[in-house]
């Protein structure tokens, strides 16, 4: 909590790995990702970004919920 897009980019880089053993089930595969709250999508990114490494043929990201920014709200 609390921190900017940026930093939250640089905490979860390096945060996922696909293990060398596990790279066949991933290749050519197409993998969906289930977020429950989304927010700035750094998380998802880098997941993605591992997986995209590792082959996969497509990732897509489900999230039941984006988080806001309270104060870029227009009521």
């Not at 900017?4 to 595969?29: I, M």
Request: proline residues 3%.
């Amino acid at each position: 909590m609390g921190l900017s897009a940026a930093q939250r980019k640089r905490n979860v880089a390096g945060a996922f790995q696909v293990p060398s053993t596990h790279r066949h089930e991933v290749c050519g595969k197409s993998i969906v990702l289930v977020d429950d709250v989304t927010g700035t999508g750094a998380t998802v990114e880098a997941w993605a970004r591992v997986l995209k490494r590792a082959r996969a043929a497509r990732v897509d990201v489900l999230a039941l919920a984006r988080a806001v920014d309270p104060a870029a709200m227009v009521l």
